[in-house]
T-cell receptor, first 116, second 112 residues
Framework: GNSVTQMEGPVTLSEEAFLTINCTYT??????LFWYVQYPGEGLQLLLK?????DKGSNKGFEATYRKETTSFHLEKGSVQVSDSAVYFC???????????????FGKGITLSVRP | ETGVTQTPRHLVMGMTNKKSLKCEQH?????MYWYKQSAKKPLELMFV???????ENNSVPSRFSPECPNSSHLFLHLHTLQPEDSALYLC???????????FGPGTRLLVL
């Protein structure tokens, strides 16, 4: 079955620091990959996505590249801000699946805290 | 801009109450989902609907009863809940099964 593994958290950084959040996946097909962000007290928001190998998703200064050879989709940002403090979820979806195989499979999420 | 709204945003209920959560999507999507997010646990998919038909029920207790009257609306009817059911309940929608999902803000439920 499909699975997503995220690095253990929480992560605490100073403002303007470089961010990397690791995500690796296991999938039987050719999944699409996503990063979702959840700000305090809110639901999940789609941050970025990539649908095929070597695609790079980017948004709000965040980037992630779909690496099929290492089955990874690590999230990076060159300079974090206090407003980036949130929980980040890596997820995959198999568009070719049906029923249970069509669902999003989420990682456990990691909490990022950015200090001023 | 999510295009998915949920009401109420907060709900406190006793174990003998009956309440309903509502989700509405304004995106023209054909699939809708209910998730449960508990503290320190991964997101749990509860129900999946496609074109108003339930396509997945992940062994959810019968005290949770979903309803999808049309492709824009999804309800979760609650009755005789337990304190461990306290959580954030998230609704999502997608153009079709397997497509990118867009989430609502969630309903924070507390069962006393």
């Amino acid at each position: 079955g499909n699975s997503v593994t995220q690095m253990e958290g929480p992560v605490t950084l100073s403002e303007e620091a470089f961010l990397t959040i690791n995500c690796t996946y296991t999938a039987t097909g050719y999944p699409s990959l996503f990063w979702y962000v959840q700000y305090p007290g809110e639901g999940l928001q789609l941050l970025l996505k990539a649908t095929k190998a070597d695609d790079k998703g980017s948004n709000k200064g965040f980037e992630a590249t779909y690496r099929k050879e290492t089955t990874s989709f690590h999230l990076e940002k060159g300079s974090v801000q206090v407003s980036d403090s949130a929980v980040y979820f890596c997820a995959l979806s198999d568009p070719g699946g049906a029923g249970a195989n069509s669902k999003l499979t989420f990682g456990k999420g990691i909490t990022l805290s950015v200090r001023p | 801009e999510t295009g998915v709204t949920q009401t109420p945003r907060h709900l406190v209920m006793g174990m003998t109450n009956k309440k309903s959560l509502k989700c509405e999507q304004h995106l023209g999507h054909n699939a809708m989902y209910w998730y449960k997010q508990s503290a320190k646990k991964p997101l749990e998919l509860m129900f999946v609907y496609s074109l108003e038909e339930r396509v997945e029920n992940n062994s959810v207790p019968s005290r949770f009863s979903p309803e999808c009257p049309n492709s824009s609306h999804l309800f979760l009817h609650l009755h005789t809940l337990q304190p461990e059911d306290s959580a954030l309940y998230l609704c999502a929608s997608s153009q079709e099964l397997g497509a990118t999902q867009y989430f609502g803000p969630g309903t924070r439920l507390l069962v006393l």
